[in-house]
């Protein structure tokens, strides 16, 4: 099938390389699946090495293929619209999995809002033929064919390319709900950055007046000056490559983003019990507690023997994993992670 493996064709073949395109079937995946780390599909073997998580890979292949940005800023807009893909995904997730009359409402909210939401904006910025930039990046889809030629990923959108003068420090405000969630772990990156920035919490009620005014509909958001930065992973991303906690090369960021990948596979896996009522919640709650959580944190404490989850150093994948998983990590992870505290904030936050 083309599924998440096509776009990662396209690259390969836009680079020319040869490769092997095994395709199994279902059931050759249900013998193999428990031999395989984060146990998902595609994998992307590179001689000896491999990669998982489609993300991941794109973005290798991307920088391969110089189709990646040209400096962080631009890499940071493709990394936007990678994220609101999936946040689109998402939205579409519960639809997929009702049933009867729920699934005809959902359907319904589908086409007649979230839809229309997505592809209002992706069309306004898709006037340049390009998704991010003004130019092609892994980020380009199949319908501006005709600008793109063989390579064709993701959705009908454009985003215009910015850049941040770099001759003096930048100001930061970071706008994002009263509480921890997707906003804490960028607060301690900015904090382990030593920068000052500006920290505004809003309610649920000031998030509703002003919900239709935000690109992508989304918080939290990061201006850096007059610029201003969207989906949580792009922002990490951003203030890693700061903080130089982005890996030291690509094969190095590699590691961190399959790990920050598979993390989202385990939000994304614990959404339906929190949805689900009465006795389907119990059901999905006791599969979660039961298998998918052990998977995942026995793959998260065998990565973290080292003390941290990427490439046997710190990275901003840790502080992010930590802040969602603290409580099933092994005590030496933990331990590393602490040793960040050196920072105000940081004091400030610890549990």
Do not use: C
């Not at 420090?169 to 607060?187: H, V």
């Not at 309610?203 to 919900?211: A, L, N, P, S």
């Not at 990061?222 to 982005?246: M, P």
């Amino acid at each position: 099938m083309r599924g998440k493996a096509e776009p990662i064709r396209w690259l390969l073949s836009y680079l020319g390389e040869k490769f092997e395109d095994k395709r199994i079937t279902r059931e050759q995946w249900q013998g193999i699946k428990k031999d395989v780390l984060f146990g998902k599909l595609p994998i992307l073997d590179v001689d000896s090495e491999r990669i998982y998580q489609t993300g991941a890979i794109l973005k290798y292949l991307g920088q391969k293929a110089k189709l990646a940005g040209d400096n962080d800023w631009e890499s940071i807009q493709i990394d936007m619209i990678a994220g609101t893909l999936e946040d689109f995904f998402v939205a579409m997730g519960p639809a997929r999995r009702a049933e009867g009359e729920q699934k005809q409402q959902l359907v319904k909210q589908l086409k007649a809002e979230t839809f229309p939401y997505y592809f209002n904006i992706y069309n306004e910025k898709a006037k340049s033929g390009y998704l991010a930039n003004g130019k092609l990046s892994w980020a380009d889809q199949k319908d501006h064919e005709h600008r793109v030629h063989r390579l064709t990923i993701i959705v009908q959108n454009s985003l215009k390319f910015f850049h941040v003068q770099t001759s003096r420090m930048p100001t930061y405000k970071l706008t994002y709900f009263d509480m921890r969630g997707k906003g804490e772990p960028i607060r301690w990156l900015l904090s382990y950055l030593g920068e000052k920035f500006e920290d505004k919490r809003i309610t649920k009620e000031q998030w509703q007046g002003i919900k239709k005014d935000v690109l992508f509909g989304k918080l939290p958001i990061l201006d850096v000056d007059s610029e201003r930065i969207y989906q949580t992973g792009a922002i990490l991303k951003y203030l890693g490559q700061k903080a130089k906690l982005a890996g030291d090369n690509d094969w190095e960021s590699i590691q961190i983003d399959m790990i920050a990948g598979t993390l989202e596979d385990l939000l994304g896996a614990m959404a339906p019990a929190r949805r689900a009522e009465g006795e389907q919640k119990e059901q999905l709650m006791k599969q979660l507690k039961t298998e998918t959580i052990p998977y995942y944190f026995n793959i998260y404490n065998e990565k973290a023997k080292s003390g941290y989850l990427a490439n046997g150093k710190l990275s901003w994948v840790d502080l992010l994993v930590y802040l969602e998983l603290r409580s099933g990590l092994q005590k030496d992870h933990e331990h590393r992670v602490h040793q960040l505290t050196s920072r105000d904030y940081l004091r400030l936050r610890l549990f």
